[in-house]
Every structure is written in structure tokens, then in C-alpha cells.
């Protein structure tokens, strides 16, 4: 006979505990255990293994046939990009974001494109009434029948439509909004988001239908409540962004299908997310050559280079607190760059005030960018612009010094077909780069040279 078992699960990670706590020894949360009632296997007499009938057979891996590639490509191309090549029969893939980025409206264009080149697609919202998802349609202009629409947060009737119309693909807009009837939690809760997912996983799987999951993100950045999610789907996708720009970049986290890490960008628009395929020459639009302050980083996301404009502001600030701020770079790291161009170049900047943005909303988290940070820091402090049609990466080492970053030729490569005809890189990564396309790679051994090679020359046009 199976016995249950009182555990106590933790709403806000996932983590199961024998008795209950006031704080979360996993995530340090307080007040977040609730008691949930486990079944254990039945134990048997002798402590052996239960007999079995096999039903299933393990197989020579030479034997195995690889089954063709199973994969519908969708139009938009910077969507396959992060998916691997398109959707997978039966994948389950969980869209995360914050509220108000656009998880929605790009899920509904997906729908409608699928709908419109493979079949019904069914179109779950737990959040908004029909008349709501109807003038969302209606903005991006969709029209197809064969887009199903469904305002309904109970899992059982979700489920029990998608088993009615087998569509091509379904949507669960969003995973926090179903409600399991079978399962005692309220909704949006650990455990009824991970059974709510955990049975449409299986769903998915049995008929071979993709299942698209919309996650809400908490302010800490995970998928709201269960990290469990993560691990049970197939992929996991953000959509990222800052909200009063208007560029999205979806980014894979985990995918079995392709690798993580592709990134791909849209814009939003009035009538909804446009693909950008040229992400570097619109990134670079509104640049002003000759800008002080302002310099190119050559950075990749997953295994596209993209190039981004980096500008700095310094100026006097209060010597007691000089304030540093920075947008689309890590907080820390920009104050790390300062504190190596003080020691190590020499630039008084303890008391002056140091602004540093990255154009476009885009978040880098990559170290190539610290040379693009560090020289546009510096720009600004000496008021002098760099050398005209200059890019550049490169990571600054604590002792000033500049290391190789990955994948320098195709840095190279993307910045050359923008029209830089320099592109500042660190000494080491010099020599492996050949002249390409017209393109010249400037070696520098440490910031410091770095700073007076971007610096030199072409000054008399500021
Ligand atoms: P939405 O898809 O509802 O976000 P999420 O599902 O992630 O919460 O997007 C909401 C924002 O997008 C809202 O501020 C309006 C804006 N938007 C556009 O700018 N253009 C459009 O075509 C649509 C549909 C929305
Ligand atoms: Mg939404």
C-alpha cells in the first residue's frame, strides 16, 4: 500500500522540506513553506526489487535511426534563430518576461502565422476576456479562422480542447493564470503551476502538439515561483527589453533542440513586434560620428556579432559622492573600469560624476565590451572624441592590461561590413586577425595604450 507523506514545499523555489520553517534554507525566503501531502512508493517485503514485466529495451546506440529533422520553420526568422530552426512536434517551450514586454503579442503573431501556414492553432489566455485578445487581433491585423481563441484558466477544459481539435499548436497565456482542479493550491502557486505544467508537458508529448507556456518573472528575475518549470520544459525563452525602448531581444536559456544563447531582435511597433535583421546598422542610426564619450563596442550575442554605440558622460560632481549610474551594463563593472582608469591610467575621476549608457535598451553581459566602455569613460573625461570610423573589443584586466574575447574574426568581419576601418582589439587577438575587407585590427597591450591609439589623431574636426 503507497503511504502519504506530510512535506512542506516552498512557494517561492520549489525546494521540499521534511518539517516546516519560518525561512527557506534553500532560497532564504521567509514564510513561503505550505504543507503538501507526497505519496511514497509502496514499499515491498524483502527490500528486492518488485518484479516487473520489461516493456521496454535498451538498444545499441548503433541501431538507433535518427529520425529526419522534424521541424517547422515559422516566417519570422529571428524567431527560428532562438527556437534552433523552427518548432518542434511536441516541444514544450516556456516564454518568460516582464509584464508589458510583449510576451503576448509576439506569441499572437506566432499563432497566426502558424495558423495560417500549418493549421488550427489553439490560443488559451487565462489573462484577458475574449473581447480584449479579439482588439489585440485586430491591432496586428490578423484574420485567419483557423486562430482559436480561448479564455479559460481550468486545466482540465484547456486540456480537454486541445485533446477535441488536436490543433497544430497550443498557447498557455499565462502558466500563473491555470487552475488544476485536482490540485489543493491556489492559483499561481509552486504547486500548481509545476502540475499545471507538468500535465500539458504530457499532453504535449502524447500528440505530438507544440505547447508555447507564457511565465511571468518576478522582480528577482526567475520565472515567477517555480525554477522548477525550467527543468521540466524543453526550452526556455526571455523576451527582454527596457520598457520605454522600443528594441526586444529573445534570448535562449536552455534549449534540447539548439544551442542557447541566439539571440534574436525585434522592435515593437504600433502594429506589432517587427523582426530587425540588421541589428547593428540600427543600433548605429542616430549615432553622432565624433561625439565625445561616445565609441562602437563590437559585442556577440549567442553567435551573432552585433555592434552597439557605448556613451559616457563625465563631468564635476560632488567630491564627497560623486554619483555613477550606468544602462545596459552591469553596475559593478562600470565601477570596476573606473577604479582600473584611475590606477591605472591615470585619470582623476574620484570626484567627478560618470554616466554611461548603452543605445537602443540592449543589456550586455559579455566583458568584450569593458575596452568600448572604458575609452568612451575616458573620451568624455579628456573631451576629446576618438578617431573617426573606430570599433572595438576587448576585456580590461584588473592590472590594466587588455585579453582576448572569443570569436575576434567575426567581430572583425561584422564591423568591417559596417564601414569601420579600424577596430581597436587587444594585443593578443592582434595577430590572429588578418586584414580583412579592408579593415585594419589596432593592437593595444593595455588600457592605457588602448586610450591614447583611440584618442590620437583626427582631432581637429571636434
Ligand atoms: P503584451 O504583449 O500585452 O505584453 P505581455 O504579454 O508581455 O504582458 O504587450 C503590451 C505592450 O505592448 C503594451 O504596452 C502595448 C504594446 N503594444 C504595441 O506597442 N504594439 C502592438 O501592436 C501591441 C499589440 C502592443
Ligand atoms: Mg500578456
Known amino acids: 500500500m503507497a503511504r502519504s507523506q506530510r512535506r512542506f514545499v516552498c512557494e517561492s523555489c520549489g525546494a521540499v522540506q521534511p518539517r516546516w520553517m519560518g525561512k ?4 532564504g525566503e521567509w514564510n513561503t513553506l505550505v504543507e503538501t501531502i507526497v505519496q511514497d512508493a509502496p514499499p515491498t517485503v524483502s527490500g528486492r526489487a518488485p518484479e516487473t514485466v520489461l516493456s521496454s529495451r535498451p538498444q545499441p546506440v548503433t541501431d538507433i535511426a535518427l529520425s529526419g529533422d522534424q521541424r517547422y520553420p515559422v516566417p519570422m526568422e529571428e524567431l527560428n534563430r532562438v527556437l534552433g530552426g523552427g518548432i518542434v512536434p511536441g516541444g514544450v517551450v516556456l516564454i518568460g518576461g516582464d509584464p508589458g514586454i510583449g510576451k503576448s503579442t509576439l506569441l499572437l503573431q506566432l499563432a497566426d502565422q502558424v495558423a495560417r501556414a500549418y493549421g488550427p492553432v489553439l490560443y488559451a489566455s487565462g489573462e484577458e476576456s475574449l473581447h480584449q485578445l479579439k482588439m489585440r487581433a485586430e491591432r496586428l491585423g490578423i484574420r485567419t479562422p483557423n486562430l482559436l481563441m480561448l479564455a479559460e484558466t481550468r486545466l482540465e477544459q484547456i486540456m480537454g480542447h486541445v485533446e477535441q481539435t488536436r490543433p497544430r499548436m497550443t498557447i498557455v497565456d ?9 490540485v489543493k493550491s491556489t492559483a499561481g502557486s ?4 509545476r502540475e499545471s505544467a507538468a500535465a500539458l508537458l504530457r499532453q504535449a508529448k502524447e500528440l505530438d502538439v507544440p505547447t508555447f507556456l507564457v511565465g511571468h518573472v518576478t522582480k528577482t528575475g526567475a520565472i515567477a515561483g517555480p525554477r522548477v518549470l525550467e527543468h521540466i520544459v524543453d526550452a526556455v525563452l526571455y523576451l527582454e527589453g527596457e520598457r520605454f525602448h522600443s528594441f526586444r531581444l529573445l534570448r535562449s536559456v536552455k534549449n534540447r533542440y539548439g544551442s542557447t544563447n541566439e539571440v534574436g531582435v525585434f522592435e515593437m ?34 553567435t551573432r556579432p552585433i555592434l552597439v554605440e557605448v556613451q559616457a558622460l563625465v563631468s564635476q560632481g560632488n567630491p564627497e559622492r560623486p554619483y555613477r549610474t550606468c544602462n545596459g551594463i552591469d553596475y559593478n563593472r562600470m565601477v570596476l573600469l573606473i577604479a582600473v582608469l584611475t590606477k591605472r591610467v591615470g585619470l582623476r575621476l574620484s570626484s567627478q560624476d560618470v554616466f554611461v549608457n548603452v543605445v537602443g ?9 569593458d575596452l568600448a566602455v572604458a575609452v568612451a569613460i575616458a573620451s568624455s573625461f579628456y573631451n576629446r572624441p576618438v578617431m573617426a570610423d573606430l570599433a572595438m573589443f576587448g576585456e580590461v584586466g584588473l592590472a590594466g592590461e587588455l585579453r582576448s574575447v572569443g570569436q575576434p574574426e567575426r567581430r572583425l568581419r561584422e564591423a568591417a561590413k559596417l564601414g569601420f576601418g579600424r577596430v581597436l582589439v587587444p594585443r593578443a587577438a592582434q595577430s590572429a586577425l588578418l586584414r580583412g575587407d579592408g579593415t585594419e585590427p589596432l593592437g593595444a597591450r593595455s588600457l592605457a595604450d588602448a586610450v591614447s591609439l583611440a584618442l590620437a589623431g583626427d582631432q581637429d574636426e571636434s
Not at 535598451?361 to 565590451?369: H, T, Y
Open 361 to 369: 535598451g540592449l543589456r550586455i553581459n559579455e566583458p568584450a565590451v
Open 24 to 27: 527557506c534554507p534553500e532560497c
Open 174 to 182: 499565462s502558466i500563473q493564470a491555470v487552475y488544476a482542479d485536482g
Open 269 to 302: 511597433r504600433e502594429n506589432g513586434l517587427v523582426e530587425v535583421t540588421n541589428p547593428s546598422q540600427v543600433f548605429l542610426e542616430e549615432r553622432i560620428g565624433q561625439a565625445t564619450g561616445s565609441t562602437v563596442a563590437v559585442t556577440m550575442e549567442g
Open 190 to 193: 509552486v504547486t500548481q503551476v
